[in-house]
């Protein structure tokens, strides 16, 4: 199958290289030309050191032959997503689209899909998400994911056509739920980091991995998320995942936040955007969500590490 992929960061170039070494043709779209040069002239991408670019990968900065492909998975950072969107609504309509970024719009306050849906009404949008490091995808190490797609028939199309010898794809028609659980698992992230940075120990992290998650699913219910679906891969594996691996960025800047060192503020770590977003939404739903706020008071400075931790541990005792 033909496969285009757009955004020629770690994530979207592992997917590329997993998915032609499974006999696919795979073009990555890049909007740095550079990038396009260097990846054709070594076949190494430098947001993948180590991993070798397959021939059947094909790049361009330029748009057209990822509009040419039928199915195209969008791995730019979700809050680049809807300027991609609306400045290609034309080429977009009509496709599939399957969203692979993490993160909920701090215009819209929506989810990936949601935000296909919304500004390309007549493409196909789908999900691709749950815990995989782009490291562990590009050197073929297995991976379960979950593919979330409204349309069931499409979402088995898909679910069969992105599954590879070491890509497992489990199918579910819920996005809600899917595009939700990978946004806020990013924010409990840097939570986690922040916990061990300030050296709290492991079983700080393990009561706000434990205490974060209900905290998810509440939000994701009110927003007619599923349970299973937060239950599952895209929720709460993926929450394990990337709380208790330094493999991620947004534990990695929760590490600095906690311990006051410096964090190369260039590194794409969604948690941030989706923690004021979050905020703002428990707001205006009146949902308690009190490790998301004060992870979006701690970005922007409203607050230090000392104090959040009160914060937190100064609520009001109740039961579990
Ligand atoms: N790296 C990983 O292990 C995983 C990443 N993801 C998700 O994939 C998405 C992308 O992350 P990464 O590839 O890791 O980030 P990255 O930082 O490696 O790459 C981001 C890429 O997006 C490009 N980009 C930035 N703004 C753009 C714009 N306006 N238009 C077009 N391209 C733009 C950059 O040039 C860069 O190549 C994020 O939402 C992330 O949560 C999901 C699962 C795993
Ligand atoms: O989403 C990821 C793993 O599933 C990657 O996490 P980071 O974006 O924090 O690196």
Redesign the pocket.
Known sequence: MKIGI?????????LGVALALDGNTIHL????AE?VTQMQETRENP??PGVTLPQNMTFSAALEPLFACDTILI????Q?LP??LTANVEALTGKTLVA????IDLQRMTG?ASTIRDLVPHAQAAML??P??????ARGLPTALTLACADDALGAMLQTALSTTSIRLYRTTDTIGAELG?ALK?VMAIASGVAIGAKLGESARAALITRGFPEMQRLALALGAQPDTLAGLSGFGDLVLTCTSD???NYRYGLALGSGTDFDLT??V?GVATARAVRQLAQELGIDMPICAVVADLTEGKTDVATALNTLLSRPLKEE
């Open positions: 757009a955004g020629a960061g770690a994530f979207g170039t592992a779209w890049a909007r740095d990038r947001k993948l791995a730019i950072p979700a680049t300027a991609f692979c970024c993490k993160g990936p998400t749950g995989s490091f782009a490291a562990d995808i990978g990013n493999q991620s960025r590194t794409t969604e």
